[in-house]
């Protein structure tokens, strides 16, 4: 069974940093692209990072670049992405996605979802 599970969001100040985390299960993730979006409340949700397959080149929406950073641990499974310098308007849900199809990329069809992690930035 194909599960992801986003963990590390919490209440944070502005400047300060999180990690979030993307535990896979029910699949071996360096074999598929895995993206990380975010909605915040009243928003459409945004694509904010993403990691190839195999080669690991990685992706990231504007606003975030400099700041946040994707990372892959093959052996524990898991994804992260470590955020510094956070805004109050990168408060949102935080969800991870996998792109399980054939020649899985970070342009493709992300259709398995975590449950997504809160990220609150305020002070």
């Known amino acids: 069974q194909v599960q992801l599970v986003e963990s590390g969001g919490g209440l944070v100040q502005p400047g300060g940093s999180l990690r979030l985390s993307c535990a896979a299960s029910g699949f071996t993730l360096d074999y598929y692209a895995i993206g990380w979006f975010r909605q915040a409340p009243g928003k459409e949700r945004e694509g904010v990072s993403c990691?190839?397959?195999?080669?690991?080149?990685?992706y990231y929406a504007d606003s975030v670049k400099g700041r946040f950073t994707i990372s892959r641990d093959n052996a524990k499974n898991t994804v992260y992405l470590q955020m510094t310098s956070l805004k109050p308007e990168d408060t949102a849900v935080y969800f991870c996605a996998a792109d399980l199809s054939y020649g899985s990329s970070c342009h493709g069809d992300f259709g398995s979802w975590g449950q997504g992690t809160q990220v609150t930035v305020s002070s």
């Open positions: 990691i190839s397959r195999i080669d690991d080149i990685t």
